[in-house]
């Protein structure tokens, strides 16, 4: 969500039941502007929070003009103080993905996990332990990298590419209308397409290469990991991931407001097959 | 004026005849650009077609022919600054050489006479200052029109050339005066393409490529998109344009973005958004509608309606808790829900989220004796469950030896884990719905499996264990074992009936009801977050029976199967250990860990101004579950999917082992077939034994093969 319309996002995503408490609201506010203005920011996002056991993270996230380039992400533990992390890398990621459980709100603390690696000594085989610290810091990078290139969500028509290359915001979006809301297919991941290359030449016959430049939520594997309601009353579309439990997208249909916000444990939901 | 006219004829000739020449070329060449440079209107354009005709014609009338293009020409000329130097100064020195007093144009036939008569040379000069008259048109037909303004500025040059080399041809022969007029001429023809137009053309040039260059972010440009602008102007002419021209240049900067759809719209679109509106109007009416000042000071006296936006502000300096608005409407919809149903106590439980719609939970207590008509509801289903057994009984088919383990009783209503009636409903506004009472088979599978709610109470659960039941039951499941792990309060806020015997109590496994403290003086915010030792549970823990109370399921078949196998009984004298769980009250503090995590996270609700901050309790086995607590004032909220977390990833239950379809022999197990060897060790043996019996040898052996 929007940094300058926060208040109103929150309101809006508020039907999950996650807000921000009136000291963390206005503290974000204040901090989120300064953020914008040391990092020269064209935009900054409220991204989220992941609820650790100790503490909780904020994440904000930085974007310049072009949308779509490699985003910056800034976390905090008290909503004033913001440190840059670094970008994620896919050794990471793979590292990381072996740390199981919560977050602790402890940036320094280290996870320890046995790896079982076969040594060859001459003609034995010994397995060897061998403890990898890995440092929380380094898997909430990696969450968050993860969520943001599984779940991050956008309506279609919000961004749009320039012949140049660059996407840009698009300054005449209107909102959806209210059958188009209701179909996954109007909402594109934000992130960089990864699907569409693999379309064939039939299904992109349709395609607005100035509009439909990511992927749409519609193909996403599993079907069904996404939750799409209509609330209060058809005035409000929410789209929950199941798939990451806590990301919430929400958007009012004929006006430019929508976003997403994550708050969760920073897990994936992995039983979402047994679940549907 | 004859001779005017016959030297004009003439000069039309040479001027027809002057396409052969080598810079006649040019100068139609001009003349076809000034031709298509011009509107059709200009009826000098015509001159060239129509004067054949006029050579008959009368002579005063090529003149006045002649004069009214000229004010057509003139006409366009005065209104461009250009042109007021040049028509004085090109045309006066000529109708100095002829009859002054005549028009300008007019001067042109004169003004040839005379050099005519001489030289034809002065063809020339006539042809160069007409060149003159055509840039100038052609200057203000790229007023008109801008295509044409590079087309003609490329011919405008080569004809001022010529007429310069024309000029310099005359100066050999003509007198002083006509070289004079030459140089003026030259002079003019030198100025006016280069400095009046060339500045306009600049300007006009560089305004075009400013309008024309492509914005950095979007790719359009200005050019394109005022003449798209005027282009939908003109086709729709909308009353007053010009106050509605912001919206239209964004209508026609969304047209880029917006795909040409069919003109089939839905118009029902909007109905369900004023259908739920209309639902909630009634919400905000019905404090209306009952208007006796009587019925409000009953209702105000047995208040059962909680004060659910005190708690939601509370909640929200936690940071949890739906917005204000949904809350307000959710108040308004358990008050209606009080109203409409006899209830003696009821709070705002939470929400569950679904996939299609979600969830409101009201957890109600209903007052005395309200609760029969469920009871006997419940009565027949059960007996219902029971034909169904029997009728699968009376077949034929082949009676499974499996035998269904003794049902575990549900417990009573207002008695463990039933001890609340719970409704739900889809949205403030839509009705309430009250969820049938648990039973502890649907606990005991609801623990085994993971499923999403929809938001359809109908909705079968498809699950392995198999669910007994729907939705509804799964969710009123749910409901339980989330109160059971996450209700929670501070210690000391609830203590034991007094009025109960203990010894009856202990037989039962731990004392079940509890009342208020009156005496409750609240605990320091600081303790409560610190220790969770002054937490406790006020909701009884669930057995893994399913039930809170045990319940020993071996009296009970003593009592009603007494005709059971005595295998049977002689199983089930094993002493079966009592599940003990936890006591009410339990401080939290005791809770179990789930794998290193601990079940519970403390906090301060603001570290900015602790002094008025609340405890904030946060649940990590049912992410969702909340507790707050200002010290004397505490409640709790679950919103969430209704799931329990667990580090582990869901793996369903294995399906028990096959059961024995029948005793297993040495008449029904396979036997390897004799090798060749012993065939033949066996029929020797035979053959050893039994000499004569010969004949049956065959069939002994495929006898024996069989065994």
Same mark, same amino acid.
Request: overall charge negative.
């Given at each position: 969500? /929007?940094?300058? #319309?926060?208040?109103?996002?929150?309101?809006?995503?508020?039907? #999950?039941?996650?807000?921000?408490?009136?000291?963390?609201?206005?503290?974000?506010?204040?901090?989120?502007?300064?953020?914008?203005?040391?990092?020269?920011?064209?935009?900054?996002? @409220?991204?989220?929070?992941?609820?650790?056991?100790? $503490?909780?993270?904020?994440?904000?996230?930085? *974007?310049?003009?072009?949308?779509?380039? =490699?985003?910056?992400?800034?976390?905090?533990?008290?909503?004033?103080?913001?440190?840059?992390?670094?970008?994620?890398?896919?050794?990471?990621?793979?590292?990381?993905?072996?740390?199981?459980?919560?977050?602790?709100?402890? =940036? #320094?603390?280290?996870?320890?996990?046995?790896?079982?690696?076969?040594?060859? /000594?001459?003609?034995?085989?010994?397995?060897?332990?061998?403890?990898?610290?890995?440092?929380?810091? $380094?898997?909430?990078?990696?969450?968050?990298?993860?969520?943001?290139?599984?779940?991050?969500?956008? =309506?279609?028509?919000?961004?749009?590419?320039?012949?140049?290359?660059?996407?840009?915001?698009?300054?005449?979006?209107?909102?959806?209308?209210?059958?188009?809301?209701?179909?996954?297919?109007?909402?594109?991941? @934000?992130?960089?397409?990864?699907?569409?290359?693999?379309? $064939? *030449?039939?299904?992109?016959?349709?395609?607005?290469?100035?509009?439909? @430049?990511? /992927?749409?939520?519609?193909?996403?594997?599993?079907?069904?990991?996404?939750?799409?309601?209509?609330?209060?009353?058809?005035? *409000?579309?929410?789209?929950?991931?199941?798939?990451?439990?806590?990301?919430?997208?929400?958007?009012?249909?004929?006006?430019?407001?929508?976003?997403?916000?994550?708050?969760?444990?920073?897990?994936?939901?992995?039983?979402?097959?047994?679940?549907? | 004026?004859?001779? +005017?006219?016959?030297?004009?004829?003439?000069?039309?000739?040479?001027?027809?005849?002057?396409?052969?020449?080598?810079?006649?070329?040019?100068?139609?060449?001009?003349?076809?650009?000034?031709?298509?440079?011009?509107?059709?209107?200009?009826?000098?354009?015509?001159?060239?077609?129509?004067?054949?005709?006029?050579?008959?014609?009368?002579?005063?009338?090529?003149?006045?022919?002649? +004069?009214?293009?000229?004010?057509?020409?003139?006409?366009?000329?005065?209104?461009?600054?250009?042109?007021?130097?040049?028509?004085?100064?090109?045309?006066?020195?000529?109708?100095?050489?002829?009859?002054?007093?005549?028009?300008?144009?007019?001067?042109?036939?004169?003004? +040839?006479?005379?050099?005519?008569?001489?030289?034809?040379?002065?063809?020339? %000069?006539?042809?160069?200052?007409?060149?003159?008259?055509?840039?100038?048109?052609?200057?203000?037909?790229?007023?008109?029109?801008?295509?044409?303004?590079?087309?003609?500025?490329?011919?405008?040059?080569?004809?001022?050339?010529?007429?310069?080399?024309?000029?310099?041809?005359?100066?050999?022969?003509?007198?002083?005066?006509?070289?004079?007029?030459?140089?003026?001429?030259?002079?003019?023809?030198?100025?006016?393409?280069?400095?009046?137009?060339?500045?306009?053309?600049?300007?006009?040039?560089?305004?075009?490529?400013?309008?024309?260059?492509?914005?950095?972010?979007?790719?359009?440009?200005?050019?394109?998109?005022?003449?798209?602008?005027?282009?939908?102007?003109?086709?729709?002419?909308?009353?007053?344009?010009?106050?509605?021209?912001?919206?239209?240049?964004?209508?026609?900067?969304?047209?880029?973005?917006?795909?040409?759809?069919?003109?089939?719209?839905?118009?029902?679109?909007?109905?369900?958004?004023?259908?739920?509106?209309?639902?909630?109007?009634?919400?905000?009416?019905?404090?209306?509608?009952?208007?006796?000042?009587?019925?409000?000071?009953?209702?105000?006296?047995?208040?059962?309606?909680?004060?659910?936006?005190?708690?939601?502000?509370?909640?929200?300096?936690?940071?949890?808790? %739906?917005?204000?608005?949904?809350?307000?409407?959710?108040?308004?919809?358990?008050?209606?829900?009080?109203?409409?149903?006899?209830?003696?106590?009821?709070?705002?439980?939470?929400?569950?989220?679904?996939?299609?719609?979600?969830?409101?939970?009201?957890?109600?207590?209903?007052?005395?004796?309200?609760?029969?008509?469920?009871?006997?509801?419940?009565?027949?289903?059960?007996?219902?469950?029971?034909?169904?057994?029997?009728?699968?009984?009376?077949?034929?088919?082949?009676?499974?030896?499996?035998?269904?383990?003794?049902?575990?009783?549900?417990?009573?209503?207002?008695?463990?884990?039933?001890?609340?009636?719970?409704?739900?409903?889809?949205?403030?506004?839509?009705?309430?719905?009250?969820?049938?009472?648990?039973?502890?088979?649907?606990?005991?599978?609801?623990?085994?499996?993971?499923?999403?709610?929809?938001?359809?109470?109908?909705?079968?659960?498809?699950? !392995?264990?198999?669910?007994?039941?729907?939705?509804?039951? !799964?969710?009123?499941?749910?409901?339980?074992?989330?109160?059971?792990?996450?209700?929670?309060?501070?210690?000391?806020?609830?203590?034991?009936?007094?009025?109960?015997?203990?010894?009856?109590?202990?037989?039962?496994?731990?004392?079940?009801?509890?009342?208020?403290?009156?005496?409750?003086?609240?605990?320091?915010?600081?303790?409560?977050?610190? +220790?969770?030792?002054?937490?406790?549970?006020?909701?009884?823990?669930?057995?893994?029976?399913?039930?809170?109370?045990?319940?020993?399921?071996?009296?009970?078949?003593?009592?009603?199967?007494?005709?059971?196998?005595?295998?049977?009984?002689?199983?089930?004298?094993?002493?079966?250990?009592?599940?003990?769980?936890?006591?009410?009250?339990?401080?939290?503090?005791?809770?179990?860990?789930?794998?290193?995590?601990?079940?519970?996270?403390?906090?301060?609700?603001?570290?900015?101004?602790?002094?008025?901050?609340?405890?904030?309790?946060?649940?990590?086995?049912?992410?969702?579950?909340?507790?707050?607590?200002?010290?004397?004032?505490?409640?709790?909220?679950?919103?969430?999917?209704?799931?329990?977390?667990?580090?582990?990833?869901?793996?369903?239950?294995?399906?028990?082992?096959?059961?024995?379809?029948?005793?297993?022999?040495?008449?029904?197990?396979?036997?390897?077939?004799?090798?060749?060897?012993?065939?033949?060790?066996?029929?020797?043996?035979?053959?050893?034994?039994?000499?004569?019996?010969?004949?049956?040898?065959?069939?002994?052996?495929?006898?024996?093969?069989?065994?």
């Amino acid at each position: 969500m /929007d940094a300058e #319309s926060l208040l109103l996002s929150l309101e809006l995503a508020s039907g #999950s039941g996650q807000g921000l408490s009136p000291d963390r609201r206005a503290s974000l506010l204040t901090s989120l502007l300064l953020v914008k203005r040391d990092y020269r920011y064209s935009r900054v996002l @409220f991204w989220g929070r992941i609820l650790g056991l100790v $503490t909780d993270y904020y994440i904000a996230q930085g *974007l310049i003009e072009d949308q779509l380039a =490699p985003r910056k992400t800034l976390y905090s533990l008290n909503c004033m103080e913001w440190s840059l992390l670094p970008p994620a890398t896919e050794e990471m990621v793979e590292q990381t993905s072996v740390v199981k459980g919560r977050f602790m709100g402890d =940036p #320094s603390h280290e996870y320890e996990h046995v790896d079982l690696q076969k040594v060859n /000594d001459g003609d034995k085989v010994f397995e060897e332990e061998i403890v990898v610290r890995i440092k929380e810091e $380094t898997r909430l990078v990696s969450i968050i990298d993860q969520i943001d290139k599984a779940v991050a969500v956008i =309506p279609r028509g919000a961004l749009f590419k320039t012949p140049f290359g660059p996407v840009h915001v698009n300054r005449t979006f209107e909102g959806l209308s209210m059958s188009e809301a209701k179909k996954l297919s109007s909402y594109f991941h @934000f992130r960089e397409p990864v699907e569409l290359k693999n379309k $064939t *030449l039939l299904e992109k016959a349709d395609l607005d290469p100035s509009l439909d @430049f990511m /992927d749409s939520l519609e193909n996403d594997i599993p079907k069904g990991s996404w939750s799409i309601q209509m609330e209060r009353g058809n005035a *409000l579309v929410v789209l929950r991931s199941l798939l990451w439990p806590g990301l919430t997208f929400y958007h009012t249909p004929g006006t430019k407001n929508c976003g997403y916000i994550y708050v969760g444990t920073g897990e994936k939901n992995i039983d979402l097959p047994f679940m549907l | 004026m004859e001779d +005017s006219t016959a030297q004009k004829q003439e000069k039309e000739n040479q001027e027809s005849g002057e396409e052969e020449r080598p810079w006649g070329e040019i100068t139609a060449a001009s003349s076809q650009d000034f031709k298509s440079g011009l509107s059709e209107p200009l009826e000098s354009e015509q001159g060239p077609e129509t004067e054949p005709y006029s050579r008959s014609s009368p002579p005063g009338s090529p003149q006045s022919r002649d +004069s009214a293009p000229l004010g057509d020409l003139t006409g366009p000329g005065a209104s461009s600054p250009p042109s007021p130097p040049e028509e004085p100064s090109s045309t006066p020195p000529l109708a100095l050489s002829g009859q002054g007093l005549e028009a300008p144009r007019q001067a042109h036939p004169n003004h +040839s006479v005379i050099p005519e008569a001489e030289t034809p040379h002065s063809d020339h %000069l006539k042809q160069s200052s007409d060149i003159g008259e055509l840039t100038h048109l052609t200057c203000q037909s790229t007023g008109n029109a801008f295509p044409q303004f590079q087309q003609t500025n490329g011919h405008l040059y080569e004809p001022r050339d010529v007429s310069c080399s024309n000029s310099k041809q005359k100066e050999l022969r003509f007198d002083i005066f006509q070289e004079e007029d030459s140089n003026s001429n030259y002079d003019l023809d030198e100025a006016e393409p280069e400095t009046a137009p060339s500045v306009l053309e600049t300007a006009i040039q560089n305004a075009k490529a400013y309008l024309l260059k492509t914005s950095s972010q979007s790719g359009l440009n200005l050019y394109d998109h005022l003449s798209n602008m005027l282009t939908k102007i003109l086709d729709e002419r909308p009353e007053n344009a010009v106050d509605i021209i912001e919206n239209i240049s964004q209508d026609v900067k969304m047209a880029h973005f917006s795909k040409k759809l069919d003109t089939l719209q839905n118009e029902n679109e909007m109905l369900p958004t004023y259908e739920i509106a209309e639902k909630q109007k009634a919400l905000f009416l019905q404090g209306h509608l009952e208007g006796a000042d009587q019925e409000l000071e009953d209702e105000i006296a047995g208040n059962s309606l909680p004060n659910v936006m005190e708690s939601a502000f509370y909640f929200e300096q936690a940071g949890v808790g %739906l917005g204000t608005d949904e809350t307000y409407r959710v108040f308004l919809a358990l008050k209606q829900l009080t109203d409409t149903h006899p209830i003696q106590r009821c709070r705002f439980w939470g929400k569950i989220l679904g996939l299609e719609m979600n969830y409101i939970v009201a957890e109600a207590e209903l007052r005395d004796g309200e609760d029969e008509e469920e009871a006997e509801e419940e009565d027949v289903t059960e007996e219902r469950d029971n034909e169904d057994s029997e009728g699968e009984e009376d077949d034929e088919l082949p009676r499974s030896f499996y035998k269904a383990p003794q049902a575990i009783p549900k417990e009573e209503s207002r008695t463990g884990a039933n001890k609340y009636v719970y409704f739900v409903c889809n949205e403030p506004g839509r009705p309430w719905v009250k969820l049938p009472s648990v039973t502890p088979a649907q606990i005991v599978i609801a623990r085994q499996i993971k499923k999403f709610f929809t938001g359809r109470l109908g909705t079968p659960i498809i699950s !392995y264990p198999p669910f007994p039941g729907d939705e509804s039951n !799964y969710l009123r499941a749910q409901i339980a074992r989330i109160s059971a792990g996450t209700h929670v309060s501070p210690l000391g806020f609830y203590q034991f009936s007094e009025e109960e015997g203990e010894e009856e109590e202990e037989v039962e496994g731990g004392r079940d009801s509890f009342e208020e403290n009156p005496d409750f003086e609240g605990i320091q915010v600081v303790d409560l977050v610190e +220790s969770l030792s002054n937490w406790v549970h006020h909701v009884q823990h669930i057995l893994p029976q399913g039930r809170c109370n045990w319940f020993n399921p071996i009296q009970k078949s003593e009592e009603e199967e007494e005709d059971d196998d005595e295998e049977k009984e002689e199983k089930e004298f094993d002493y079966i250990e009592q599940e003990v769980g936890p006591p009410l009250l339990t401080p939290i503090s005791e809770d179990l860990e789930i794998q290193s995590i601990p079940p519970w996270t403390t906090r301060l609700c603001s570290n900015l101004i602790p002094q008025y901050a609340i405890a904030v309790l946060r649940s990590n086995l049912w992410p969702g579950a909340y507790a707050f607590c200002n010290g004397k004032k505490f409640e709790n909220l679950y919103i969430g999917w209704g799931h329990k977390y667990s580090p582990e990833s869901y793996t369903p239950p294995v399906p028990p082992p096959v059961c024995q379809e029948y005793p297993s022999g040495p008449e029904l197990t396979e036997m390897d077939d004799p090798s060749v060897e012993e065939e033949q060790a066996f029929r020797a043996a035979q053959e050893a034994a039994v000499p004569p019996a010969e004949e049956n040898e065959d069939t002994d052996e495929d006898e024996e093969d069989y065994d």
